[in-house]
């Protein structure tokens, strides 16, 4: 990745890369330059065969304050040259659940508004315990996003979904936890070693299945076209070659290899 960012910051490290929000003077709010370099790099690093983590987090132990106030109007109300609506934050929902690549959400301090539903399309969601959380459209008179609606009333439920839009009421990092807002609750103090532990596991394993199984959950109900895909898919999962390094090496005892295998290639094609 070549690309010059502005207000974000992308590092590598081995075969996981870690995408950084960088906006200090709004605690990391997302503004429309955000969104943009955010969809870039995603894509990038989609494509990138060597890469088989993303981690999103945000810069100074924060990770977001949501859609800067100031730039909402061109994040979410935009247009494109023909007169069409334009909502850059839905591009970057749909940015992040597209992306083949397993991404964890490390939160952190303010996870507030548009936030969550930012942390919440990722695969993975790690919450401190000092996080300080609440889904705040109400208090400005905005409705919050469909796919945040949605993908909110899944996890949560409607009458807990109704409560934190409604109220936008804060609650402890804890019970979101409890209410399936959130992976998984990690100490103030131990992002960095859960992180390493949750990396390193899912670097260890078949990119192969990791990728199949992510494309196939993101699916809808069973259609033609759905039963077509696991037809294909079916053929080459019994041909991979991940799955062939994997029975030999639980034959042998040993910890599978997978670090040569190409985890790229839809239904139909080996990896």
């Known amino acids: 990745m070549t690309q010059t960012f502005q207000e974000i910051a992308v590092d ?35 494509e990138d065969p060597h890469i088989r983590c993303i981690i999103l987090r945000g810069e100074g132990k924060e990770f977001s304050a949501g859609i800067a106030i100031n730039e909402m109007d061109r994040v979410l109300f935009d247009e494109d040259r023909q007169g069409n609506p334009l909502n850059h934050f839905d591009l970057l929902d749909m940015a992040i659940v597209s992306c083949p690549v397993p991404t964890v959400a490390a939160v952190e301090g303010n996870c507030f508004g548009g936030a969550w539903q930012l ?19 109400a208090k400005l008179g905005l409705v919050y996003p469909q796919r945040g609606i949605e993908r ?47 990396t390193g596991r899912l670097v260890a394993n078949s990119p192969f299945s990791i990728r199949q199984t992510k494309q196939v959950m993101g699916m809808g109900p069973a259609n033609g076209q759905v039963t077509e895909h696991w037809r294909r ?25 997978f670090s040569t295998h190409r985890p790229e290639g839809g239904a139909g094609q080996d990896s």
Request: charged letters at 20%; a neutral charge; hydrophobic letters at 45%.
């Open 12 to 46: 590598k490290s081995g075969q996981v890369a870690t995408i950084w929000l960088r906006n200090p003077a709004q605690h990391n709010a997302l503004t429309l330059g955000m969104c943009q370099e955010l969809i870039q790099a995603l894509t990038c690093l989609g």
């Open 152 to 198: 909110l009333r899944d996890r949560v439920g409607q009458s807990r979904a109704r409560y934190l839009l409604f109220s936008a009421a804060s609650i402890s990092a804890a019970k979101a936890v409890d209410w399936n807002l959130f992976t998984d609750l990690v100490p103030a103090d131990g992002m960095e070693r859960a992180l390493e532990d949750l």
């Open 233 to 257: 898919l079916w053929a080459q999962n019994a041909a991979s070659t991940d799955l062939a390094e994997g029975r030999r090496a639980f034959l042998e005892h040993r910890r599978p290899d």
């Open 119 to 137: 942390a919440a399309a990722c695969d993975i969601q790690l919450a401190a315990e000092n996080v300080r959380f609440a889904i705040t459209p």
